[in-house]
T-cell receptor, first 113, second 111 residues
Framework: AQSVTQPDARVTVSEGASLQLRCKYS??????LFWYVQYPRQGLQLLLK??????VVQGVNGFEAEFIKSNSSFHLRKASVHWSDSAVYFC???????????FGTGTRLQVLP | EAAVTQSPRSKVAVTGGKVTLSCHQT?????MYWYRQDTGHGLRLIHY???????EKGDIPDGYKASRPSQENFSLILELASLSQTAVYFC??????????FGPGTRLTVL
């Protein structure tokens, strides 16, 4: 069965600092991997996605993630965060032959000015 | 740009009443989903559909029904609303396995 683990419920960083949000998945086949962001009182928005190819994928607003198959991880990174990055971030996994997407429980990011 | 809209955006319902939440997508996607999100929590899948006139149970279907009358429209029905169904409900659409496009959510309060 598919599963996604986001071990950090909350992360607090200072503006301008680098960021890594952790995501580990469990899936027996070839996964599709996603990061979504949710701002207050809004729906989820796609940050980036990985289907195949280059394991480092670029997303919007300077975010990137790296698919490491040997570690079953898909951590999200940003070199320098801005206060507007404060939000909840969800990692998710699916595949070409599944009907459902499995979401992690989310990581709430707070960026201190 | 891909678009998913939901109506109403917020609703107050009475316990035991019937509630219908509507979702419309213009993405030409086969798959549509209903999730609920409780305060401070992640998403839980209620129902989904991959073709018109057919729906499938998700992970928490009890107390909910779904209807997919067309490719564009997907409704979530609470026949007898209960206090425990107070939550924010999100609709999403996608191609199979691909990124999902979410609506803005419906905030449901059952009193």
């Amino acid at each position: 069965a598919q599963s996604v683990t986001q071990p950090d419920a909350r992360v607090t960083v200072s503006e301008g600092a680098s960021l890594q949000l952790r995501c580990k998945y469990s899936y027996s086949g070839t996964p599709y991997l996603f990061w979504y962001v949710q701002y207050p009182r809004q729906g989820l928005q796609l940050l980036l996605k990985y289907y195949s190819g280059d394991p480092v994928v670029q997303g919007v607003n300077g975010f990137e993630a790296e698919f490491i198959k040997s570690n079953s991880s898909f951590h999200l990174r940003k070199a320098s965060v801005h206060w507007s990055d404060s939000a909840v971030y969800f990692c998710a996994v699916s595949s070409s032959n599944t009907n459902k997407v499995v979401f992690g429980t989310g990581t709430r990011l707070q960026v201190l000015p | 740009e891909a678009a998913v809209t939901q109506s109403p955006r917020s609703k107050v319902a009475v316990t035991g009443g019937k509630v219908t939440l509507s979702c419309h997508q213009t993405n030409n996607h086969d798959y549509m989903y209903w999730y609920r999100q409780d305060t401070g929590h992640g998403l839980r899948l209620i129902h989904y559909s991959y073709v018109a006139d057919s729906t499938e149970k998700g992970d928490i279907p009890d107390g909910y029904k779904a209807s997919r009358p067309s490719q564009e429209n997907f409704s979530l029905i609470l026949e007898l609303a209960s206090l425990s169904q107070t939550a924010v409900y999100f609709c999403a659409s996608s191609d199979r396995g691909r990124e999902q496009y979410f609506g803005p959510g419906t905030r449901l309060t059952v009193l």
